[in-house]
């Protein structure tokens, strides 16, 4: 057997004896993690993707062109889901905050009795859409301003920096690693088992905004996380409900997008809203589909948010 030398021998007896405490290890991130509220928040790691639609993509809009790289530098924590109506009625019930549909003129559409959809009145808000709806249900008749003041108040509750996510991280996290025109493949027909879509109407660009057929298995929006989820186990990022980004909207931004971290151009009247929606079709919730929307009132928007990452995560 070979002798190590002394000074040697002792080294390694130092090294190898027990001192009574271990070194820390490496902290790992959570994948996943839940706040005060209950909601549940899943890590994307940084790095970079293609976002929008390649000039083969027949049923890509201008909109969504050029196709480009784009870098997100840090990572950062994303909704699972939109933010419910639970979520909602506890920043409501804590900061006494009122909607603009509360303090203004209602909500533009309602659900009447019969199941379907009417004017609105100064009664339908968040609270009333005319549909019976869960705390599970996704926050629907939110405008932009009512999505960034749940932001603030959730931000200062929890001493982390709560907001809406860009327009690219919110195509980052949808698409999950994937390139495909859903985050679930390239064929449409397997579109209804993750989205909650029209499947029966709006075989193209849908611009109405009817009720889908009642074979349907939701006729309306659905609780959050009722069907498959992406890649990285986020829910509805195709279908349900649209949901507000923190860009605004400019249909040809993408010919002079950043490269690294886009925050959308600095001035237009819209916001830019993604993922599709209840009452329309698959096409409508591609991960690169994109629209822009004025400060609306309406049952087919909602929000999801961000928690950005710090030293402690």
């Known amino acids: 057997m070979t002798r190590l030398p002394a000074v040697a021998a002792l080294a390694a007896a130092v090294a190898l004896a027990p001192t009574g405490r271990t070194a820390p290890l490496p902290k790992r991130p959570p994948d996943v993690i839940t706040n005060s509220i209950e909601l549940k928040l899943r890590r994307v790691p940084a790095g970079d993707?293609?976002?929008?639609?390649?000039?083969?993509?027949?049923?890509?809009?201008?909109?969504?062109k050029p196709q480009h790289k784009v870098k997100l530098t840090k990572p950062f924590f994303v909704g699972v889901t939109a933010v419910t109506v639970g979520q909602f009625k506890a920043f409501a019930a804590a900061s006494g905050y009122k909607t603009e549909a509360e303090t203004g003129g209602g909500a533009w559409k309602t659900i009447d009795r019969a199941g379907r959809i009417v004017d609105g009145t100064r009664e339908n808000n968040w609270r009333n859409t005319g549909l019976e709806q869960t705390d599970d249900f996704p926050v629907v008749n939110v405008n932009y301003p009512d999505a960034e003041a749940f932001c603030a108040w959730l931000s200062k509750k929890e001493g982390k920096t709560y907001r809406l996510p860009t327009e690219a991280e919110w195509e980052y996290a949808c698409r999950a690693g994937t390139t495909?025109?859903?985050?679930?493949?390239?064929?449409?027909?397997?579109?209804?088992?993750?989205?909650?879509?029209?499947?029966?109407?709006?075989?193209?660009?849908?611009?109405?905004?009817g009720p889908k057929a009642t074979g349907?298995?939701?006729?309306?929006m659905a609780p959050v996380g009722s069907l498959k989820s992406n890649p990285w186990g986020l829910y509805d990022v195709h279908g349900n409900v649209w949901q507000w980004c923190a860009d605004r909207y400019d249909e040809a931004y993408y010919a002079n997008s950043p490269a690294a971290d886009p925050e959308g151009p600095g001035k237009g009247d819209l916001r830019v809203i993604r993922g599709g929606t209840w009452s329309r079709g698959p096409l409508d919730c591609r991960s690169a589909n994109r629209f822009g929307?004025?400060?609306?009132?309406s049952l087919w928007v909602g929000f999801r948010v961000v928690r950005e990452a710090d030293g402690t995560d």
């Open 180 to 209: 495909t025109r859903w985050s679930c493949g390239d064929d449409k027909d397997e579109v209804p088992d993750f989205a909650n879509i029209a499947v029966d109407h709006f075989p193209k660009h849908a611009r109405g905004n």
């Open 216 to 220: 349907n298995r939701h006729l309306f």
């Open 293 to 297: 929307l004025s400060s609306a009132i």
């Open 49 to 64: 993707f293609l976002m929008g639609s390649p000039e083969t993509d027949k049923d890509a809009l201008p909109d969504e």
